[in-house]
């Protein structure tokens, strides 16, 4: 299943998401860690895979479906969100509240 680039959580002046907060966001939402997901880039439309080591993806699952996934960076960098920008955009809201960030939605 290829997921679409939906936008990035970051925060300012702190940009830096560390890791047992984004383990607690994984709990809160319920977002279900995977190994890796294949999505589409952004920059080049060509199908990429996500996975370790360099960052850590959760998927999102609502009634038993796979909505989407949100990828965490080892370099703590932000938050990147894959799935039908429209369905992503209110847990995008959610996860930049949680941290004092700011969800920017992707714009195809």
Request: aromatic content about 8%; charged content about 25%; hydrophobic content about 40%.
């Amino acid at each position: 299943m290829n997921f679409r680039f939906a936008g990035t959580v970051t925060r300012e002046p702190d940009a830096h998401v560390a890791r047992p907060t984004w383990e607690s966001l994984v709990e809160l939402h319920k977002l279900r860690p995977v190994a890796s997901f294949r999505a589409v880039s952004p920059f080049t439309g060509e199908p990429v895979e996500i996975g370790r080591p360099r960052c850590e993806p959760a998927a999102v699952v609502r009634g038993g479906k796979r909505m989407g996934v949100v990828v965490w960076w080892e370099t703590g960098e932000g938050l990147d969100l894959y799935g039908d920008p429209a369905a992503m955009a209110e847990l995008g809201a959610a996860l930049a509240t949680d941290i004092g960030g700011t969800f920017e939605p992707h714009d195809e």
